[in-house]
C-alpha cells in the first residue's frame, strides 16, 4: 500500500470509528447509571471489580491475538497468502485449546474461594458469588477465542468494522440492563449472562461479515508449527506488555476493594469511565493507525511513520486541553450523570487526570512501537510498571494517608519511566538515516 493510500484508509477508518465510538460511547455511559439502579452500589462495586479481574483473564491467551495482528499484517504486506491462512488458522486453535484448559482450571478451584471475602461484602450470597464468577470465567474465555476477528480486522487496516463490533455490544448490553431493570430482581449472575451474550454476539457478527468477504482467511482446525512458534515468540512479548497494563490498572479495583471496601469502587469506576472519554477519543485515531504502522515498517516507509507521530504529538496537545477541562467540569457532570448513587472525592479527580494524560501520552509511542512489532523497550519498563503499581498504592494509603486518589496516581508513576524515554525507543528503532536519506529526529 502506497503512503496516499495508507493515508487514506487510515482516515476513512478514523471517519467511520467516529461514528461507531460515538454511538458506542453514549450506549456505554448509559448503561451505567441503568446497572447502578439495577444493583446498586455494592454490587455494582463487586461487577466492577470482576470485569476487572476477568481482564487477567485475556492473559492466558499469551499474547496470541496481538502476536496474530502483527504477524498477520506482515504476512498481508508481503502478499503471502498462504502464510496469513495459517497464521489465523494457527491462532484460532491454539487460543481455543489455551481457553478450554483454562476454563477446566477455574472450574474446580473456584468452589474453594471464599467470594465474600475476597470481595469484602456481606451483602451478596457465597452460592451466587460463585455462580457469578463461573459464568463470567466462561464468557470471557469464550469471547477471548472469539474476539480474534478484531485482530484480523485490524491487520487488514478495518479499525472502524471493530469499533462497529465494540457499539454493537455495548447497545445490547444497555438494552439487557434496561431490561433487568424492569423485569428482574437484582442479580449479578443475571448481569453476567447478559452481559457474556452480547459479547459473543457482536463477534459472530463480525465474525460472519469478516470470513465472508475473505474466506480464505477463514480459520480451521490446523495449526502450522512454524507460524504458530512465531505467534509464540511475538506473542509472549506482547503478554509481559499487557501484563503490565493490567497489573498497573485492572488491580486498582481490587486494592480499592480491599483498603476502602467495594463501593468506594463504584466512585472510582464512574471516574474513571467519565475521564475515558479522552482514551476513546485518543482510540479513534490510534487503532487504525497500529497496522498501518507496521504496513509501512515492512514497506520501509519511514518517513510516513515520522509524519503520523508529529500529527498524533500535535493532537495529544488539544487532548491534553480537554484532560484539564473535564478535571475542572468533572464532579458536576458526575452528579449530572449518575445522580448521588455515589460520591466523588476532588482528589480522585485530580489523579485520574494525571494518570490519563501520562497513559494517552505513552499510547502515541506505544502504539507505532507495537505496530512494527518492536516490544523490547516497552518490556523493561513495563516490568518496573508492575513492580511500582501495589507498594505504591499501598504505600501512599498506609503511610502518607491518601484516600482513594492514591490508586491513580501510583498508577501514573508506573508509566513515567516510559513517558520520559519513549521518543528515545522509537529514534533507534527507526534509525537516523534509512538509504541515505535523511530523517527528521522522531
Known sequence: MSSAARTRNAVRQIRGAFVFKALGALASFATV?????????????????????????TLSDMGIGYGLRCKLTEALARNDAAGASAYVSSAYTALGA???????????????????????????????????????????????WSGLVNQVLNAQQRASAVVFGQTLCN????????????????????????????LLTSHLVLSIWCYRKQPALAPRA???????????????????????YVMTVSTDKVLITQL???????????????????????ALTTMPLWSSYGDAYHRGDHGWIHATLRGQRRLFALLAVGILLLAVAAR???????????????????GMALFIGVFTWNNVHSTALNGMGITGPQLRLSLLAIALN???????????????????LANAIGLLPFAVRCRR?????????RSGVSIDPV
Not at 125 to 141: G, K, N, P, Q
Not at 262 to 274: E, G, I, M, R
Not at 425 to 431: D, I, K, N
Request: charged letters at 10%.
Open 332 to 350: 458536576p457532570l458526575v452528579a449530572w450523570w449518575v445522580g448521588t448513587a455515589v460520591t466523588v472525592p476532588p482528589g480522585l479527580v485530580a
Open 171 to 198: 447497545a445490547l448490553v444497555l438494552a439487557s440492563s434496561a431490561m433487568l431493570l424492569h423485569t428482574a430482581r437484582p442479580s449479578l449472575p443475571l448481569m453476567a449472562t447478559a452481559y457474556g451474550t452480547a
Open 222 to 244: 490446523r495449526i502450522d508449527a512454524a507460524r504458530l512458534r512465531a505467534l509464540a515468540r511475538l506473542g509472549l512479548q506482547f503478554f509481559v506488555l499487557e501484563l503490565g
Open 33 to 57: 447509571p441503568l446497572m447502578l439502579r439495577y444493583l446498586g452500589a455494592e454490587r455494582y462495586g463487586i461487577w466492577s471489580t470482576v470485569m476487572s479481574v476477568a481482564a487477567w483473564a
Open 98 to 144: 489455551l481457553a478450554l484448559a483454562a476454563f477446566a482450571l477455574f472450574l474446580p478451584l473456584s468452589s474453594h474461594v471464599d467470594w465474600r471475602w475476597l470481595f469484602n461484602t456481606v451483602q451478596a450470597d457465597e452460592t451466587r458469588l460463585r455462580s457469578f464468577t463461573l459464568l463470567t470465567a466462561f464468557f470471557v474465555l469464550a469471547a477471548m
Open 425 to 433: 525507543h522509537l529514534r533507534s528503532a527507526l534509525g537516523a538515516t
Open 390 to 408: 501495589v507498594p505504591l498504592s499501598i504505600a501512599a494509603v498506609r503511610l502518607f494517608g491518601l484516600g482513594i486518589e492514591a490508586i491513580p
Open 260 to 282: 476502602f471496601g467495594p463501593q468506594a469502587v463504584a466512585s472510582y469506576d464512574v471516574v474513571f469511565k467519565l475521564f475515558s472519554a479522552v482514551t476513546l477519543a485518543h
